[in-house]
């Protein structure tokens, strides 16, 4: 444990963070499995709607610094892919 008050500062910062950030990823995961879903249903209106609602959600979580922003334009490429191929 540490002794310190910066170190205790730190290690409530970091539970924080760590935290917010698991709630994001856990979002993102369901936000591209339903675009996932709807691909495989063969719905290409839903898929559609689904993907744009995607792409602003990932592009947000790259302005939080969740995501990376070549990993969030490799995530959307893929799925933009998928959707047309519909």
Known sequence: MANHK???K???QTEVRT???RYYRTRLKNIV???RGAIEAGNKEEAEAAFKIA???IHT???KGILKKE???RKISRL???VNAI
């Open 61 to 63: 979580f790259v302005s």
């Open 55 to 57: 792409n602003k959600q």
């Open 71 to 73: 990993t969030a334009s």
């Open 19 to 21: 935290e917010r950030n």
């Open 80 to 82: 933009h892919k998928a």
């Open 33 to 35: 499995k339903d675009v």
């Open 10 to 12: 730190r290690i409530r």
């Open 6 to 8: 910066s170190s205790l």
